[in-house]
């Protein structure tokens, strides 16, 4: 497994603002992934972020609202510009270990008011 | 568009009884799928993975795989009242190497003391 934080734990927001999210591992990951859990549904993978590589994201998501850095093997920031209250969720970022399993990070609550 | 249904429940079973969480998927070119354990207000925990078809069993959790009918289940044996949790069943995309996954819904499940 992998030993996974995430920057801030929570944070309230006003809206048309940008919140930068880290997510840092404690072991070199190639694959990281950023998931959006709003209230009472699953999660909705939003993007994968290699290192080297442009981040991939999912139908749905658009690189100006999520723009995602990868500078490095274990550390990784989702960005959530222009935040409307529809913004309002649980964001994790996950890593694949090399054994093709998954592992989250505790999550970043966003409330946007 | 790749589905992975669960039953929302909750299911409700008492303790030391067998708690059996079901999930079918529309992927069929699929190849890895998982279970994780989501506590409230917390990330998600992965608890098992099954590749293969027919049984896997980990200590009181045994994952069975029927690729055939897309489905894919999970039983806990003696269930304790600290089983009570969100089961997410998650399917990843067919395609060599993308680690991408697809998660259910979740079902909620109660063990009643």
């Known amino acids: 497994s992998a030993v996974i934080s995430q920057k801030p734990s929570r944070d309230i927001c006003q809206r048309g603002t940008s919140l930068t999210i880290q997510c840092q591992v404690d072991s070199q990951v190639t694959m990281m992934f950023w998931y959006r859990q709003q209230p009472g549904q699953s999660l909705t993978l939003i993007a994968t972020a290699n290192q080297g590589s442009e981040a991939t994201y999912e139908s749905g998501f658009v690189i100006d609202k999520f723009p995602i850095s990868r500078p490095n093997l274990t550390f990784s920031t989702l960005t959530v510009s222009n935040m409307s209250p529809e913004d309002s969720s649980i964001y994790l970022c996950?890593?694949?270990?090399?054994?093709?399993?998954?592992?989250f990070g505790p999550g970043t609550r966003l409330t946007v008011l | 568009q790749k589905e992975v249904e669960q039953n929302s429940g909750p299911l409700s079973v008492p303790e030391g009884a067998i708690a059996s969480l079901n999930c079918t998927y529309s992927?069929?070119?699929?190849?890895?799928f998982f279970w994780y354990r989501q506590y409230s207000g917390k990330s998600p925990e992965l608890i098992m993975f099954?590749?293969?078809?027919g049984d896997k069993e980990d200590g009181r959790f045994t994952a069975q795989l029927n690729k055939a009918s897309q489905y894919v289940s999970l039983l806990i044996r003696d269930s304790q009242p600290s089983d009570s949790a969100t089961y997410l069943c998650a399917v990843e995309h067919s395609g060599a190497g993308s680690y991408q996954l697809t998660f259910g819904k979740g079902t909620k499940l109660s063990v009643i003391p």
């Open positions: 992927d069929r070119g699929s190849q890895s």
């Open positions: 996950s890593v694949e270990t090399g054994y093709n399993e998954q592992f």
């Open positions: 099954i590749y293969s078809n």
